[in-house]
């Protein structure tokens, strides 16, 4: 454990000039983390066709957002080698190496053939670049967040890390722009058959200038002086996961903070963009000025709070954020189809969806096989067309062998089986059943789009502020909290590891979970329930047993 006493400090002092470099250097990586990982999140109902052709349009969706949680999900195995790599031989060369080939997998993404093309190969190597990318995120926040950490004048700590935070919102405005400005220059038809390459193979402009930058950074002051005492760590992986001292804290950090920064930010500034687009049916370019105000309107907010927690503390800051995530998450999704869509609000409730369907007929909407699974029965096809529809249902029980029917209000659909049937016949099927059910949602009033006349964009973006309020409360004292908490000697392994579990697997499959929950049950809400379970253990586990950490020794 960390000295919890007040240090002076002097001998780490570091000039205003030099702390600018610093500070520059560390978040270029940030940014360029964040530019990554929502281009792809930006494009991925544009990538969705292009990489999973062939697929039903709901379940290549589902795919689409499995590949990009891919990433997220090799961080970790990231977080453990270039960790290591930090703690033994230092930060510095362990970030130049994460954040080359972080931008050449990014960059390679801008050339990979389609399916049409290759078949198969396509999504798998996409997969396999979001495989490299995730890998070397796993060591580029934690040493981008400790470089700073470790430069840091104490009673600046939380301000200073705090621009490592706001970096990441340089990176999503960045994204955002060039998708908006390449939609707008080339036109849509030509941005969703080529354009959405263009923001893959920018990147590799922003990767030459971030490896340039840190090529003239020295070795922070805190590893400096563990290499001069002779207090390197040879067993970082020992240390860190196998002393209970230690492992005390790495579960600290992933269960009382890591857990909800995951679920908190991506629900406010990522699936709320798919809800947008993909519910809500707003227009794309709606979707990118409305996201694009949010995160530049938010930005400051994250050095606000790292610099009110080095006055108040980290701890009552970030449990801020989570409880008031908590209060918005299902009044605020309910509100945002209210002013997003009046329309479908209004139908939802004077036109109820009801799928009547034998229930051995229905399955969980939702094959990571890759397609093995058909969806062939009349339950599973009326699902699905309503899945695609982005339209709440309720499942009512019907008479073994009944075939399904879909009642829209007061008008019935009947659906139809194309069990045993060849692909191209289910594929015939499935289209006929989702015209005649498209026909009568029309009828009772369901918006095939949302009226851009009726569309509140104001309400909307006042609503994604209160969560982008929540999320920077949680993530702007976040690094200085993580950093306070680890001894100097393992805090690149042990730091990172929790990091990267909380932003990967619980934050980068929220997309695809509250995606898959949504279309499994029929309601367009069930979905919030795992970020609202994971904000509430997380906020429990920080009240109780989170020690305050602002004023700690990170160099001991």
């Not at 999503?172 to 220059?185: D, E, M, Q, W």
């Not at 805190?222 to 002393?243: D, H, I, N, P």
């Not at 080095?310 to 999704?333: E, N, Q």
């Not at 093995?372 to 008479?399: E, H, M, N």
Request: hydrophobic share 50%; net charge neutral; aromatic share 12%.
């Amino acid at each position: 454990m960390t000295d919890t006493s007040a240090p002076a400090q002097t001998s780490h002092d570091v000039s205003p000039a030099k702390m600018r470099q610093v500070v520059l250097a560390s978040a270029a990586g940030t940014v360029f983390e964040w530019y990554d990982f929502f281009v792809y999140g930006a494009l991925a109902s544009v990538i969705s066709p292009v990489f999973f052709a062939g697929l039903p349009d709901a379940q290549a969706f589902v795919f689409t957002l499995l590949t990009f949680a891919v990433g997220f999900i090799v961080r970790p195995i990231g977080a453990l080698v270039f960790g290591k790599i930090g703690d033994s031989t230092g930060r510095k060369g362990a970030f130049l190496i994460t954040i080359t080939i972080m931008g050449l997998a990014t960059f390679a993404i801008g050339l990979l053939p389609t399916a049409e093309q290759v078949g198969i190969w396509a999504p798998i190597l996409l997969v396999s670049m979001r495989v490299l990318q995730g890998f070397a995120l796993g060591g580029e926040y934690g040493g981008a967040a400790i470089y700073v950490a470790e430069h840091a004048a104490h009673a600046k700590r939380g301000a200073s890390t705090g621009w490592i935070q706001i970096s990441a919102a340089f990176g999503l405005i960045g994204a955002l722009a060039i998708v908006f400005a390449t939609r707008a220059t080339i036109g849509e038809e030509a941005f969703r058959a080529w354009g959405w390459r263009i923001p893959f193979l920018l990147s590799m402009g922003l990767l030459a200038i971030s490896v340039w930058i840190r090529l003239q950074l020295e070795e922070s002051p805190a590893f400096k002086q563990l290499q001069a005492e002779g207090r390197v760590s040879t067993r970082a992986y020992a240390e860190s996961f196998f002393e209970w001292r230690n492992l005390r804290i790495v579960l600290l950090a992933l269960l009382g903070i890591m857990m909800a920064q995951g679920v908190v930010w991506y629900t406010g500034f990522f699936y709320s963009q798919f809800y947008l687009e993909r519910i809500l049916k707003i227009d794309s370019k709606t979707v990118n000025f409305v996201m694009m105000s949010v995160v530049l309107i938010s930005a400051p907010l994250y050095w606000f709070f790292g610099a009110l927690s080095d006055r108040i503390g980290r701890k009552p800051v970030m449990l801020f954020g989570m409880l008031l995530m908590l209060a918005l998450y299902f009044p605020g999704f309910h509100l945002l189809t209210r002013v997003g869509n009046p329309a479908l609000a209004e139908a939802t409730v004077s036109s109820p969806v009801v799928v009547v369907a034998d229930p051995t007929d229905c399955s969980f909407q939702l094959d990571l096989t890759g397609g093995a699974r058909l969806f062939a029965t009349s339950c599973d096809i009326a699902k699905g067309v309503l899945a695609s529809a982005g339209v709440s249902y309720t499942t009512q029980a019907a008479p073994s062998g009944a075939l399904a029917q879909i009642r829209v209000g007061a008008t019935v659909v009947e659906s139809a089986d194309a069990t045993g049937r060849p692909m191209a016949e289910i594929r015939a099927t499935r289209g006929d059943v989702e015209t005649r059910v498209r026909a009568a949602l029309t009828e009772a009033g369901y918006p095939a789009a949302a009226d851009p006349n009726q569309t509140n964009l104001p309400a909307v973006i006042g609503v994604l502020l209160l969560m982008a309020l929540a999320a920077t409360a949680l993530y702007g004292p976040q690094a200085a909290a993580l950093v306070e908490l680890f001894p100097t000697r393992i805090r690149y392994t042990a730091m990172s590891l929790p990091y990267h579990i909380g932003t990967g697997w619980f934050g980068g499959l929220l997309p695809a979970t509250v995606f898959a929950i949504n279309t499994a049950t029929g309601t367009i809400y069930a979905g919030l329930w795992f970020p609202v379970i994971c904000t509430a253990l997380a906020a429990t586990v920080a009240l109780l047993f989170l020690p305050e950490t602002k004023d700690r020794d990170i160099h001991a």
